[in-house]
Nanobody, 122 residues
Framework: QVQLQESGGASVQSGGSLRLSCAAS???????MAWFRQAPGREREGVAALDTNGSTTYAASVKGRFTISQDNAKNTLYLHMNNLKPEDTAMYYCAADPGADNDPLTRDYSYWGQGTQVTVSS
């Protein structure tokens, strides 16, 4: 059983930076990992993914500003967010799955965290 716990969300001003963390319990070494977000009144969207082969995928809206990384020794996934914009405001969720089929930003993930809130003010 895998459990995921996000942290690092905060309120920041436009142009600021944050680093989100997702601590995983259980063996996620060979899992696909991803960050999703959901703003009020909007559908959940995939933001960044790290596949089992080490490849990364980013949503067009965050490419060049966000970086996904993983520390296997700490079993922790990160999302480094730079040049934050008000439209990045959302609840951010960490997700994990043992599979690697289909688009990593739209596939079904088996495990989800509770989320951490990011608010960006202009």
């Amino acid at each position: 059983q895998v459990q995921l716990q996000e942290s690092g969300g905060a309120s920041v001003q436009s142009g600021g930076s944050l680093r989100l963390s997702c601590a995983a319990s259980g063996d996620t070494y060979s899992y696909s990992m991803a960050w999703f977000r959901q703003a009020p009144g909007r559908e959940r969207e995939g933001v960044a993914a790290l596949d089992t082969n080490g490849s990364t995928t980013y949503a067009a809206s965050v490419k060049g500003r966000f970086t996904i990384s993983q520390d296997n020794a700490k079993n922790t996934l990160y999302l480094h967010m730079n040049n934050l914009k008000p439209e990045d405001t959302a609840m951010y969720y960490c997700a994990a799955d043992p599979g690697a089929d289909n688009d990593p930003l739209t596939r079904d993930y088996s495990y989800w965290g509770q989320g951490t809130q990011v608010t960006v003010s202009s």
